[in-house]
């Protein structure tokens, strides 16, 4: 079992950036494909970026260049890095965790935290 708490979301104006974390309790953190998620008022939730267990990354393309996702396996936390906000970057993001030993996937949310982009 893994439980993900989020934190550093926020009010911030366009431009302006943000560092989301993750931390995860639990074992076994470092072979976890961790993921950051959001979802906006009446939009269905979207994938923002994702960091493999190798430390592969994969971003959205709307936030290509601007977001930058890491992971401290030593901390257990994974870090969203958000530069150059924009308003339709506003959204509650959500942590994810994944694995998929012997067929079985293992799939965990945390609570997610709000990000407000405005002026």
């Known amino acids: 079992q893994v439980q993900l708490v989020e934190s550093g979301g926020g009010l911030v104006q366009p431009g302006g950036s943000l560092r989301l974390s993750c931390a995860a309790s639990?074992?076994?953190?470092?072979?976890?494909?961790m993921a950051w998620y959001r979802q906006a008022p009446g939009k269905q939730r979207e994938l923002v970026a994702l960091?493999?267990?190798?430390?592969?990354?994969n971003y959205a393309d709307s936030v290509k260049g601007r977001f930058t996702i890491s992971r401290d396996n030593a901390k257990n936390t994974v870090y969203l890095q958000m530069n150059s906000l924009k308003p339709e970057d506003a959204a509650r993001y959500y942590c994810?965790?994944?694995?998929?030993?012997?067929?079985?996937?293992?799939?965990?949310w945390g609570q997610g935290t709000q990000v407000t982009v405005s002026s």
């Open positions: 639990g074992s076994s953190f470092s072979i976890y494909r």
């Open positions: 994810n965790a994944v694995r998929t030993e012997w067929g079985t996937k293992y799939d965990y």
């Open positions: 960091i493999t267990s190798s430390r592969s990354t």
